[in-house]
């Protein structure tokens, strides 16, 4: 390790690209403003970079919502709204009776005895 030899040498911050001298950057990049708001994915690593922006991604990509309709758990709010529209929306009309519900949720369990 010799500072000397570097310390001309200015890097730029990974984060907000401003230059500083290699003694000085791991001091800045500690409390880079920009590096604050980035944030990576705990789940899948994704760099995102604002705070709310990983909100939404967590939201929809990764939280387990579980469907008021059926009990189902899914991954995801985009999983969530396919899985609503795909299952609950609709007419599944009784095979048996002819009886029309608006779910398969619903006309399975109106099968169950
Ligand atoms: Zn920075
Ligand atoms: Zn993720
Ligand atoms: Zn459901
Ligand atoms: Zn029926």
């Not at 990974?14 to 604050?36: I, M, Q, T, Y």
């Not at 705070?51 to 059926?70: A, F, P, S, Y």
């Not at 009309?93 to 519900?101: A, M, N, R, T």
Request: with cysteine.
């Amino acid at each position: 390790m010799n500072l000397y030899h570097t310390k001309d040498k200015y890097l730029p911050c990974e984060h907000c690209h401003r230059p500083f001298s290699k003694p000085r950057l791991a001091g800045h990049v500690a409390n880079c403003d920009k590096k604050k708001e980035e944030t990576v994915c705990p789940v899948c690593g994704e760099l995102c970079t604002t705070r709310g922006m990983i909100n939404n991604h967590l939201n929809n990509l990764h939280k387990v919502i579980q469907c008021e309709i059926c009990g189902q758990q899914v991954t995801g709010a985009k999983n969530y709204n396919s899985h609503k529209k795909k299952s609950h929306t609709g007419s599944w009309p009784c095979q048996v009776c002819g009886k029309v519900f608006k779910s398969e949720y619903h006309l399975r369990t109106h099968g169950i005895r």
